[in-house]
């Protein structure tokens, strides 16, 4: 089995690759190259040039930034099948954010100035992308909102719920995070501190609604939670 075929097989249903024909997903990985990152690597900074895309086969990547005053606020976790550095490949300007490998991760690289040429001529692949890169976008302004206008326990709630819907394995009537996050990650991704995470996590595994395990947070009860995530205090 060749490169391509490998990681096609590997990729999640939903990713934006897997949605390429055969043809198209040959002649795409006719340049494309495997990279790999242990746990905590940099991908790349922000403001770094934006001259490659790549996609995530197996692992979580977080894409972050640090404000003036030192404190890291968290845009999105990507996991597999997901798009990392698709702005800056598209119009060619800087990154706009740090990406740091959360657990050991492979990736596919696409080069920008092999993957423009090859989107010309596949017009209903750019299509896809586009419409990938709009669903971030989306997501990034429900995160800006819920941020800045929901009290501590219906912001960490959607946040749950947002990552159980990207990050979520579900067994046995659970939704388990797929990959380890820290309460101060979880806080810089909800605009909260690691202090106030600690504490209604706290109070939502004791009440049953959650469960919590070696750095993996399962969401048990899923209505309750959805509950607290639509309450308006």
């Not at 995530?56 to 606020?73: M, N, Q």
Request: proline residues 4%; neutral net charge.
């Amino acid at each position: 089995m060749g490169f391509a075929e490998t990681v096609r097989a590997r990729l999640p249903a939903q990713s934006v690759l897997t949605s390429l024909s055969a043809e198209e997903f040959e002649s795409l990985f006719a340049f494309a190259v495997s990279r790999r990152l242990a746990r905590g690597e940099v991908l790349f900074e922000r403001d770094d040039p934006g001259d490659s895309m790549m996609v995530v086969v197996s692992g979580t990547l977080k894409a972050c930034t640090i404000t003036s005053r030192g404190r890291e606020v968290v845009f999105d976790y990507i996991g597999s099948g997901g798009p990392v550095g698709e702005i800056a490949l598209l119009d060619g300007a800087p990154r706009t954010a740090r990406v740091v490998a959360m657990e050991p991760a492979e990736l596919v690289v696409l080069q920008r100035r092999f993957l423009l040429p090859w989107l010309t001529k596949h017009p209903g692949a750019s299509l896809r992308f586009i419409e990938v890169l709009c669903a971030r976008l989306r997501r990034t302004n429900a995160l800006v909102e819920d941020n800045a206008g929901l009290a501590m326990g219906p912001r960490l709630a959607r946040g749950l719920l947002r990552l159980a819907e990207d990050h979520g394995v579900r067994k046995a009537g659970r939704v388990r995070l797929d990959f380890p996050i820290s309460q101060g990650d979880l806080g810089n991704y909800v605009s909260l501190s690691r202090e106030n995470v600690n504490r209604q996590l706290r109070d939502w595994a004791q009440a049953g609604y959650i469960e919590l395990a070696r750095g993996r947070i399962s969401i048990v009860d899923h209505d309750a939670i959805a509950d607290i995530a639509e309450a308006v205090e």
